[in-house]
Each structure stands twice: as structure tokens, then as C-alpha cells.
């Protein structure tokens, strides 16, 4: 089986351009030859029907979203909603030819939750569309798949810790192997070459860089201890590799024009999969960034 998680950048305009989702969906059918799973980051609510006609067309017709949940905390006036412009979701979807079914979006509730005996209800975001969470019967088996965007914590603040802390725990102690976490987390800050995690603000004092710093650990390296690895370091390690290493392109201004290796950014997207999954093979894809400011990262796996 094989798995396309990948931010669509569909956040600014607010009217994403038709021709680039168009492209999106030839490189998803065309290039990444219909992966059994999609789970795509910041699909613009203003452009829905374009991509699930344009994604039905190709096979996905089993999908689940958060652009419901998007467009109405969009239309909200009630606080802090009028500050937050709630543009896009995200998609999970498999195609037609996936030997998994019953595709099944889970919804969060505060009246049941694998608490520990204490009151945390593990749900404060008022980004709620950025945290979808799924089900997929693949044979005897069913599959968690948690698809994620974190909001920039320059932007939005406390917002991206919640998001991240939400997820971490929701999962840490509610799910059962096998599990998939993915999407575009907005971290770390940067990785050394010896596999040292410098999340945002570590360098920073007080209580909020603390929890910023546990929050990005978390979601990255926490949930270790639960069987689920960050599978392009399983397979690839760290330091200077030969293929493509980031998936946000901030610091080459044409990231086609160069070698793989060559292309220097962030890791925002990641795939934090148990070993259930079998890896096989874990790659961040150059060609994405003709169409989106982010590479998809795609991962080869068997139940």
C-alpha cells in the first residue's frame, strides 16, 4: 500500500487558483500513480467542489473532511472566531482500487476520552479543522490515520501547541497499532546532523517556551515509547543525505532548478507511523513543488 500525505497550499488567497489544484490532481493520478491513501493538508473550503469532483474523477469517491467544520467556524462571529479566518481543512481519502474500506471519519467528544482519571478532555483547539482523525478497514485489520496541520505558531501562538498537544494525546492514550500521524506539523525549527531535535523557542525562557519545546517533543519523538517512529529517519538517518530532506522550500527561491540534495528548507511534513505498518519506502518528491510550496511525502508500506 502506499500513502501521499501533503500540504496543498490552499491557505492564501482565499480563492485558491483552479489551474493549481488541477495540477495537484494530475501529479496525484499521474506522477504519484494513485496511492491508496491521500491525506492532504490545507484544502481550501472556497474550492471543495473542484477538489472532490476533480479527485472523484480519478477514484477517490471514499473521502472524509473538516471543510464543514472550516466553513462554519469561518461564517462565526463569536470570539475569538472573527480573528481567525478559517480557510482551509483537511482531506483524507483512498481510492477505488484499495484493498481497504469503510473508510470512517471520527468525531472528537468530551463526554468520552481515554482521560487517565483526570479532567483533561484533550480537545481546546479553535482550530478543530486541522486535526482530522479517520479509520480505514484494511483486511482484518483497522487502520488509524491522523491527518494534521498545525497553524504557524507566529501567526497564531498558543494555537499550534494546542493542536500538537491535542493530537499527541488523543493518540498516546486512546490508539491502538496500527497508526498513522501526518500532515504539516510547522516543526521542528531544525534537525543536526546527529539526530538532535531543536524545536521553535528552545532557546527561549519561560513557561511558554517550555511548553512550546514539549509540545513539538512530543508529537516528533514522544510517541516512540508507543511503537510509532518517524519513518524517514528509520530509513534515510540524518546528516547529509543524497535525496530530499525537507519539504518546505524557505531557503531556495527555485527548488526544481537544483539536485534533490540541494534544496534547503524546513521538515515540516512528516509520516510518525508504527512499526505495524511494515515501511518499506519513505520519500519526500521534488515534483510536487511544481504545484505547491510544500513536497509531498509519500511512504510504501504492507499490513
Known amino acids: 500500500m502506499k500513502i501521499l500525505s501533503w500540504n496543498v497550499q490552499g491557505a492564501f488567497p482565499y480563492y485558491t487558483p483552479i489551474e493549481r489544484i488541477e495540477n495537484q490532481i494530475q501529479y496525484i493520478e499521474?506522477?504519484?500513480?494513485?496511492?491508496?491513501?491521500?491525506?492532504?493538508?490545507?484544502?481550501?473550503?472556497?474550492?471543495?467542489?473542484?477538489?472532490?469532483?476533480?479527485?472523484?474523477?480519478?477514484?477517490?469517491?471514499?473521502?472524509?473532511h473538516t471543510l464543514d467544520w472550516a466553513e462554519e467556524l469561518g461564517e462565526s462571529d463569536v470570539p475569538p472566531h472573527q480573528d481567525f479566518n478559517h480557510v482551509n481543512g483537511n482531506l483524507t481519502a483512498i481510492h477505488e482500487t484499495c484493498r481497504g474500506n469503510a473508510l470512517t471519519r471520527v468525531h472528537p467528544s468530551i463526554r468520552e476520552g481515554p482521560w487517565e482519571d483526570t479532567d483533561l478532555k484533550d480537545w481546546d483547539t479553535n482550530f478543530p479543522e486541522k486535526i482530522l482523525h479517520a479509520t480505514v478497514e484494511v483486511d482484518e485489520s483497522t487502520l488509524d490515520i491522523w491527518n494534521i496541520r498545525a497553524v504557524p505558531g507566529s501567526m497564531h501562538g498558543e494555537e499550534k501547541i494546542k493542536i500538537l498537544e491535542n493530537t499527541f494525546n488523543r493518540i498516546s492514550k486512546g490508539c491502538e497499532p496500527p497508526c498513522i500521524l501526518t500532515g504539516d506539523f510547522n516543526a521542528p525549527d531544525r534537525e543536526l546532523a546527529d539526530g538532535t531535535l531543536i524545536p521553535w523557542r528552545a532557546e527561549e525562557d519561560g513557561e511558554l517556551a517550555d511548553r512550546w519545546t514539549e509540545a513539538e517533543w512530543?508529537?516528533?519523538?514522544?510517541?516512540?515509547?508507543?511503537?510509532?517512529?518517524?519513518?524517514?529517519?528509520?530509513?534515510?538517518?540524518?546528516?547529509?543525505?543524497?535525496?530530499?530532506?525537507?519539504?518546505?522550500?524557505?531557503?531556495?527561491?527555485?527548488?526544481?532548478?537544483?539536485?534533490?540534495?540541494?534544496?534547503e528548507g524546513k521538515r515540516f511534513d512528516h509520516l510518525i507511523a508504527s512499526s505495524d505498518l511494515h515501511a518499506q519506502h519513505c520519500w519526500y518528491d521534488q515534483e510536487g513543488f511544481r504545484c505547491s510550496d510544500h513536497a509531498p511525502l509519500l511512504l510504501e508500506f504492507s499490513l
Open 30 to 64: 499521474q506522477t504519484a500513480d494513485c496511492p491508496d491513501i491521500l491525506a492532504l493538508n490545507e484544502v481550501n473550503r472556497f474550492r471543495q467542489e473542484t477538489w472532490l469532483d476533480g479527485l472523484a474523477e480519478i477514484g477517490y469517491t471514499d473521502l472524509v
Open 218 to 263: 512530543n508529537i516528533l519523538r514522544g510517541l516512540e515509547d508507543d511503537g510509532m517512529v518517524d519513518v524517514f529517519r528509520e530509513e534515510h538517518g540524518y546528516g547529509d543525505l543524497d535525496i530530499l530532506d525537507v519539504s518546505h522550500a524557505t531557503q531556495t527561491a527555485e527548488p526544481l532548478t537544483v539536485p534533490p540534495a540541494a534544496v
